[in-house]
């Protein structure tokens, strides 16, 4: 069973940065592609990041492109979440995914194509 744990959460003011970690159980943590998605209370879970397995390629919701970076670091099993001048509608929990794919390039906007999924960390933006 492959484990996802995310950690980095917290509270921050607006404007300040964050950065989320996510790591990975499997030793073959290279042949999925990875995403982050966020949900906040009485919303669906949204997309937020997806990069392919090997990093060339990333893409974001409108609603954090410019602020947020995602990468990876295939030798540790670590994904990563950089936030960048957090607003508060920035708040929720934070969910890692990992998608398996056969092709390097593959990237994943939806639920659905994820396999496996992380516990959440929390993070909260307030003054």
């Known amino acids: 069973q492959v484990q996802l744990v995310e950690s980095g959460g917290g509270l921050v003011q607006p404007g300040g940065s964050l950065r989320l970690f996510c790591v990975v159980s499997?030793?073959?943590?290279?042949?999925?592609?990875m995403g982050w998605f966020r949900q906040s209370p009485g919303k669906e879970r949204e997309f937020v990041a997806t990069i392919s397995r090997t990093g060339r390629r990333a893409d974001y919701a409108d609603s954090v492109k410019g602020r947020f970076t995602i990468s990876r670091d295939n030798a540790r099993n670590t994904l990563y979440l950089q936030l960048n001048s957090l607003k508060p509608e920035d708040t929720a929990v934070y969910y890692c995914?990992?998608?398996?794919?056969?092709?390097?390039?593959?990237?994943?906007?939806?639920?659905?194509?994820?396999?496996?999924w992380g516990q959440g960390t929390q993070v909260t933006v307030s003054s």
């Open positions: 499997d030793h073959i943590f290279s042949l999925y592609a």
């Open positions: 995914a990992a998608g398996r794919t056969n092709f390097i390039d593959t990237i994943y906007y939806r639920p659905n194509d994820y396999n496996y």
